[in-house]
């Protein structure tokens, strides 16, 4: 499983300031990996482009055993005409139906089964979303703040259920808590200042997963080298 980018540049119509400057890099492995930077460096217009949904760009995105990736997003919506349990019933297949109950309780979402989707907290609709997604088939699933206004804990909990579940899927998870990414991510993607010669470097995360030992001072060694890579 490989995602690859060679010497990406990406503006927007109308600007003169390339949002994305000679950007490449490479994801080799299944697991978490992230993109991280400060807003406007990028990040949901690298997705896009991952995900084919921005597609006038210069340079290559090459991709290997990897033939179906979703984008899913902060504050995505569902129709409020049915419950939260009637859409997922619609979106999951038959032999997913355990899989289904299984991340409805690890999201913490029993409760709201029979409720409709306006009627949620903003972060209870996103993990109805992410399950929503988890559900599909996917190679990569990218995952712009999808966990934004869920509590710290069970963001915590829902990472590593994802990481035992789907161990031989990618992610790409956006998030701009550092402590988060640097603990529970791969290899890290750091986005810049898109002016500078080149967009982005590549960070070693620490990877964490349930039953290893984290190492604080490895942790901060990571979110200190994120930090520098600006």
Excluded at 190 to 197: A, D, K, M, R
Aim: glycine share 6%.
């Amino acid at each position: 499983m490989v995602l690859e980018c060679r010497h990406l540049k990406f503006t927007y119509p109308g600007s003169e300031t390339a949002v994305i400057n000679n950007l490449s890099f490479l994801m080799e492995k299944p697991g978490f990996n992230a993109l991280f930077g400060p807003s406007g460096a990028g990040k949901t217009s690298l997705a896009k482009i991952i995900a084919q949904m921005i597609t006038r760009f210069e340079g290559e995105i090459l991709t290997k055993d990897m033939n179906t990736v979703l984008y899913s997003y902060n504050l995505e919506r569902l129709p409020g005409w049915s419950s939260i349990g009637n859409h997922l019933d619609k979106v999951t297949p038959e032999e997913k139906q355990n899989l289904k109950a299984q991340l409805i309780d690890i999201f913490d979402l029993k409760a709201v089964m029979n409720s409709r989707f306006s009627m949620l907290s903003m972060g209870q609709q996103n993990r109805i979303n992410l399950i929503r997604y988890l559900l599909q088939d996917f190679d990569l699933l990218i995952l712009d703040e999808s966990l934004a206004n869920v509590d710290e804990l069970l963001r915590e909990t829902i990472i590593l259920a994802i990481k035992e579940l789907f161990g031989h899927k990618m992610f790409l998870y956006i998030s701009h808590n550092l402590m988060e990414v640097s603990k529970f991510c791969s290899r890290i993607l750091v986005l810049g200042n898109p002016s500078h010669e080149k967009s982005g470097s590549m960070i070693d995360g620490r990877d964490y997963q349930s039953g290893y030992r984290l190492d604080k001072k490895e942790l901060d060694a990571t979110m200190l080298e994120i930090m520098n890579a600006f």
